[in-house]
């Protein structure tokens, strides 16, 4: 005997518990099953353990994805406001951090107890520590075979997430069943990640390990003005993370490492009212002493007093700072990523309600689709919106 219900959800993510409880909320029985022993275990996970849940600035152009109008019906029919007045709802404490990102005042628990009370109030069941084996189509639905028996759903609802951290339990299932179903899914790689460094930056740059500086980053044709962070392994930060995304094989990251002026218009005065000054003691005043040091000597810059600096010489230094270019040699990968580029073929779902269009009652929604959002909570907000938009027709 197979376990009936209208929908059944695969992930209690942030998307397949918001999906879920909207799908209850409409009458339909629903249940999610996850393979994982937690619920929601990015979420807890995310913004340092406050979750960075929505962005009050978000709009389509903070999205990734082969079509990048694809997004544009989810988030409008379920916006960052709509989310934000849930979160007042229950009463949680939140905070613009910076540039429009809202995290809790306390705990990123308080947005998984959210999901789950919504869950609670709309009757849906939450099952983890099961596998799914196989899902077949038949005329009523869909067919699971799982390790907690056999389901018969209506709908089927996708919301595996994507490849990063797979100790929290990410799986290519979702791609996996995409493709199964006919859905093409665009190549995948990690996004929101740290740099690695070849070995003779590694060597110099590595002892600057911990020390964060502005910097604009900029690499095809894309730039951002956050900041960076020098690790033992390479480059972090939000400016990096979010270039990181932009970033293929190969090419070159260019940094301005000082992105709020004009270097060789302070290096010239300098020259001028303080000649017997060497360049480090005039840079110091702008930079960490460790900081200029490593970068003089990564630089291949004179440390020598302004007064000796000749001809372009000064404009040297200034490129050098605001003209940084290096070539990454890769990226810490899915280990430490926060988002999966790439995914299932957006041409392929209906944006409107996030069902695949060869095929009735299956949808996909969250990361596991190929919509990728910037730094700074975009990719919460497409999990609630997609997962909004699905919850209405599943
Ligand atoms: P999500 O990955 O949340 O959920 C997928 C679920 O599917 C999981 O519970 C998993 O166990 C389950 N699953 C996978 N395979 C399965 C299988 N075969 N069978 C059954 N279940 C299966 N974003 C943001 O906007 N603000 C932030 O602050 C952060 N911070 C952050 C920190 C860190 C460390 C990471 C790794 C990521 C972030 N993110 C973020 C990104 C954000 O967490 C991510 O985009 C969303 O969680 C995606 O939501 P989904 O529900 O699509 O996938």
């Known amino acids: 005997m197979s376990i009936q219900r209208d929908v059944i959800v695969i992930g209690a993510g942030a998307a397949g518990l918001f999906c879920a409880a909207q799908a209850g909320k409409r009458g339909r029985k629903v249940e999610v099953l996850d393979h994982a022993k937690k619920v929601g275990r990015k979420i807890l996970m995310s913004g340092g353990g406050r979750c960075n849940f929505t962005n009050m600035y978000a709009g389509p152009e903070n999205f990734l994805s082969d079509n990048p109008h694809f997004c544009k019906s989810a988030l409008s029919q379920y916006s960052q406001w709509d989310f934000i007045g849930l979160v007042a709802e229950y009463g949680i404490a939140y905070h613009e951090k910076t540039l429009g990102q809202l995290f809790c005042d306390e705990s990123a628990k308080d947005i998984v107890n959210l999901l789950l009370s919504e869950c609670n109030n709309a009757k849906v ?162 930079y960490s002493k460790r900081m200029c040091s ?72 969250g990361e596991v689709v190929d919509v990728t959002g910037w730094l700074g909570g975009f990719n919460f907000q497409w999990a609630w919106s997609s997962a909004w938009v699905a919850g209405q027709h599943v």
């Open 294 to 365: 490593v970068l003089l000597a990564y630089f291949n810059l004179p440390n020598k007093p302004m007064k000796q600096f000749q001809g372009k010489q000064l404009e040297q230094v200034a490129d050098a700072f605001h003209q940084w270019r290096i070539k990454p040699n890769g990226t810490e990968g899915y280990r430490t990523a926060e988002v999966t580029l790439g995914g299932v073929d957006t041409d392929y779902l209906s944006s409107k309600t996030m069902q695949a269009k060869n095929v009735d009652g299956l949808f996909f929604i």
């Open 125 to 286: 069941k939450v099952t983890t520590h099961c596998d799914i084996i196989s899902v077949e189509k038949n005329a009523q639905g869909f067919t699971l075979h799982t390790s907690k028996g056999e389901y018969q759903c209506e709908s089927l609802v996708v919301a595996t997430g994507g490849l990063s951290m797979p100790k929290l339990g990410a799986s290519p299932f979702g791609y996996q069943l995409a493709e199964q179903f006919g859905l093409p899914v665009k190549p995948t790689r990690a996004g929101l990640v740290p740099f690695t460094l070849h070995e003779q930056d590694k060597d110099v740059l590595a002892e600057l390990s911990g020390v964060s500086v502005d910097a604009s980053a900029s690499c095809n044709n894309t730039s951002f003005n956050e900041s960076m962070l020098f690790t033992h392994r390479g480059l972090s930060g939000p400016s990096v993370l979010q270039i990181s995304s932009f970033w293929h094989g190969g090419d070159d990251v260019e940094f301005d490492l000082y992105p709020h002026g004009d270097l060789l218009e302070i290096l010239k005065s300098s020259a001028t009212k303080q000649p017997d000054a060497n360049l480090s003691t005039i840079l110091s005043q702008h």
